[in-house]
């Protein structure tokens, strides 16, 4: 990662790929995931517009990939995760990650939830990402909002686009406080009613596998991409971190998903702009 190159790019958004998915529940190859959505961003397929008519081109300012060795449980990556979103922070710019799975994201927060006191974490995900602990691995993708309520990383989490919550997990969000919002009852959500500093993560499986196949776990009755965009765009932020997991590119159809989070990146980083 070349942090140094975020210098002379006042008001950036750092553009940040970690590989990591030896974390991973079921399937591995979300390791492989950032080239796939930068290959996507820089395809010529669209340009580099935001829905809104931001140049994201002027904005993003691509570091790189950390250095993680991938290994499961591992703390040594969770700390080079931590201490390279804390370079970037650093720096002023607005960090905006590529998974990698869905653990990256605690990781990530020990870095910006301190920074940012009332800071409320957005969720669009199928799972709550709550469990205790999965497979003896506390830094599963299964546990990283257990890990992130249990070290007060954010004030507020809401969950939304939930639709596989079992009795554990259940139990974890009444222990936490946390909010859900179910993708049956989505329409019902007022994103209005969150404030102050906003941090979100997109796990692309909250999408509905018709509009993002290449995930490792496909969960019928899923958002659509058009609902996750107006969630974002609905947001009264400020939008101050930002991260997008799960791609799988082994289990795409046609760089379809990685096109989904390439449009997903865009439209983050017009919000992420100050």
Not at 190 to 197: E, F, K, L
Not at 231 to 253: F, K, M, S, Y
Not at 254 to 271: I, S
């Amino acid at each position: 990662m070349d942090v140094g190159s975020i210098d002379g790019h006042p008001g950036a958004v750092a553009l940040c790929g970690i590989g990591v998915d030896a974390n991973s529940s079921h399937r591995r190859g979300a390791a492989l995931a950032p080239a796939a959505i930068r290959a996507q961003l820089h395809s010529g397929s669209a340009n580099l517009t935001s829905e809104s008519g931001v140049d994201v081109q002027r904005l993003l300012v691509d570091v790189g990939d950390l250095a993680v060795a991938n290994e499961t449980g591992s703390e040594a990556d969770a700390r080079v995760i931590t201490e390279g979103l804390g370079s970037i922070l650093a720096t002023g710019a607005a960090p905006l990650s590529l998974g990698g799975d869905h653990s990256v994201t605690y990781p990530i927060l020990r870095a910006v939830g301190p920074r940012h006191p009332g800071l409320t974490v957005v969720q669009v995900d199928a799972h709550p990402d709550l469990y205790d602990e999965l497979d003896d691995n506390r830094l599963s993708h299964a546990s990283p909002f257990a890990r992130i309520m249990e070290d007060g990383l954010c004030e507020r989490l809401v969950q939304v686009g939930i639709r596989t919550a079992n009795a554990h997990q259940r139990e974890q969000a009444e222990r936490f406080g946390v909010e859900t919002v179910e993708a049956r009852a989505f329409a019902s959500f007022d994103p209005g009613t969150i404030s102050g500093p906003t941090y979100v993560t997109v796990d692309l499986d909250g999408l509905d596998p018709a509009f993002a196949p290449g995930v490792s776990h496909h969960e019928p009755g899923g958002l659509t991409t058009r609902q996750v965009l107006d969630l974002i765009a609905a947001l009264p932020g400020p939008i101050i971190g930002a991260d997008i997991v799960e791609l799988n590119p082994t289990r795409d159809v046609e760089d379809m998903t990685a096109m989904v989070a390439a449009k997903l990146l865009k439209e983050l980083t017009a919000r992420l702009a100050p």
